[in-house]
């Protein structure tokens, strides 16, 4: 059977040129106020790089009536989705994600940590007092996780049979460190997860280049190197929205859907560190890109004469990424899914 049929390469081709002249035509302008807008959002969704469509195989469909059983067929493709947006900071005001910060997420958790102390002690930051004399290597951020609005396009597609649906709903917070407040700052039970106390497990690592642990999975960093840190952050809030209710301590709403073969829908898998095949990381801020890739990135051994990170690092220490997963699906065309590949 032949997938690249005249019909199905001149929809995906009229799809293409719809993206990327959606893209290409949204205002293209600087992050103003140190922000992303909802448009540089729904711009950075254009990413053939980071998307990865591919015909997969196909799916055949049954239909029965009456008269008898026939059946169908539908392209089933494999797609990367902008499934959610991650935004790491130090400081409730300073949120980069203007839509996230908005919620207030932390609004709750800077009043119970500044209650008898200064501003910038217990609030997120790196425990730096107003006379900028005290200094601690470990320090705590924020975090929050909301739906990436870039779902939206790929939704409105999914109708022609060659995008798959995103399971998260745009600008809908899945997490809010401010609302984790006691488990985020203090890890009450994830201290106690074998993952906490065993050495060289559930690591940042990538030949020498040791970015952090995940677990405990909270938002208390020691790793001095700023874009480092941030992104060991996000890794941490990615591993725990991922997972299904019953696998955390943390206060979030899961993305975690079950697969549905018999609706030719297959979610993704929980995200994991250091497997690209699950998940992709694309920066938002503060510099926008349109490649994606998995932490550790521009790792190498050894000693390193520049950073290579050094265009990525905010002075504010201030970051957001795009969290792309991989998604599988193809057009229900029948009552009942027989056969899929």
Request: glycine share 8%; with cysteine.
């Amino acid at each position: 059977m032949t997938f690249a049929t005249p019909k199905f390469s001149q929809k995906f081709q009229r799809t293409l040129i719809g993206l990327a002249t959606l893209a290409f035509t949204l205002p293209n302008l600087a992050m103003a106020g140190g922000e992303v807008s909802t448009a540089q959002l729904l711009q950075s969704s254009y990413s053939p790089s980071c998307a990865e469509w591919r015909v997969k195989g196909i799916c055949i469909w049954m239909t029965c009536t009456p008269y008898g059983c026939y059946t169908r067929t539908s392209v089933k493709v494999r797609h990367f989705l902008p499934e959610s947006v991650v935004s790491v900071y130090d400081f409730e005001e300073d949120n980069p994600v203007a839509e996230a910060k908005m919620l207030g997420g932390n609004q709750f958790g800077t009043q119970l940590g500044a209650l008898g102390t200064q501003k910038g002690e217990l609030t997120g930051g790196r425990f730096v007092s107003h006379n900028k004399r005290l200094y601690n290597q470990s320090h705590t951020k924020n975090a929050e996780l909301i739906g990436h609005p870039g779902g939206m396009i790929y939704n409105l597609l999914g109708s022609m049979g060659y995008f798959c649906e995103s399971q998260s709903t745009p600008y809908m917070p899945y997490f809010l460190s401010g609302l984790d407040f006691l488990e985020w700052r203090y890890s009450l039970v994830e201290s106690f997860y074998p993952q906490s106390f065993t050495p060289f497990t559930r690591e940042l690592r990538k030949r020498g280049d040791n970015w952090g642990n995940i677990y405990p999975r909270n938002g208390m960093v020691t790793q001095q190197h700023s874009y480092k840190g941030a992104a060991l952050v996000a890794q941490r809030v990615a591993d725990i929205v991922t997972r299904p209710f019953g696998q955390s301590s943390h206060l979030y709403i899961p993305l975690a859907q079950q697969s549905q073969p018999s609706n030719g829908k297959w979610y993704p898998k929980p995200v994991q560190e250091l497997k690209q095949e699950n998940h992709k990381w694309q920066m938002l801020y503060p510099k926008m890109e349109q490649s994606c890739a998995i932490f550790p990135d521009k790792s190498s051994s050894g000693v390193q004469v520049t950073d290579p990170h050094q265009d990525k690092i905010n002075k504010n220490h201030n970051y957001a990424w795009a969290l792309w997963r991989p998604y599988e699906c193809c057009k229900r065309r029948g009552q009942m899914l027989i056969f899929s590949n």
